[in-house]
């Protein structure tokens, strides 16, 4: 072999080395369909539900199942899950400290203690309603990334920023007020869950063109801090009034990639319909 090409030779190879590591280091993003339950059901009542979807599910499914049931609920659904592959469990919240004189209130490290793999944090209701800041929901992500949960995290606008046409920047604005600060490697672990405020609870869902619009903007917005590699690797869900008969069309598109279910992850049916909805 003359010198040329072993020239060749060697850039052939290590191209490929180079591009088999590629796809080894790069995450590849995941479809998630996550129910959660708010303030709904007793135990009897969630660990049927559970149950159920577990029996009604055979298959394995196609991306990571999550259920966020209420605390009291974590451990006694931690026990039915540990058996079922691709299952996982979820708290709705966690305090924005690591622990002390909070009465009534439920740490990360007290999560993970009882089997929960996931935390959503920023949900609109709990910003709307507990009046939770972009700067307490940073604190939480932190402690959740420290502990070992994955946080779903939620974004979205209400109707009247809708309407007048600024919600990208605004959903920009939580991510990064929220989010930003976090290294890369903390940062791939994040789910980022859109859910336009005016969608939630109404039966209104977005249009496939309304979610894939803003989950394509906040790829970009992604790209542009984390890099494409880490944009393309994160699991972007869609929220708010996704039930059976939509989720097929929502989770089609590009750039949407599962959901967090309200409402409809309260009937075994329903929730299975739309964990059967991934691509
Ligand atoms: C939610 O609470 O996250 C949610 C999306 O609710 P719903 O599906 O009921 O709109």
Known sequence: MNAANKKINFYFWAQLITYHLSLITQKMRQQIVAGNWKMNKTLDEGTELIKSVLEKLEQRPRGPVVFATPFPFLLAAAKILKVRKGFYLAAQNCHHEEKGAYTGEVSVDMLSSVGA???IIGHSERR???KETNEQLAKKVNLALGKGLLPIFCCGEPLDIREKGTHVGYVAKQLKASLFHLPTAEFR????AYEPIWAIGT????????AQEMHAAIRVLLAKKYGKDVADGTSILYGGSCNAQNAPDLFRQPDVDGGLIGGASLKADDFVAIVNAMK
């Open 128 to 130: 709307q309603y507990f």
């Open 117 to 119: 793999e996931y935390v």
């Open 203 to 210: 039966g209104r869902t977005a249009s496939t063109e309304q």
């Open 189 to 192: 672990k994040v789910v980022i």
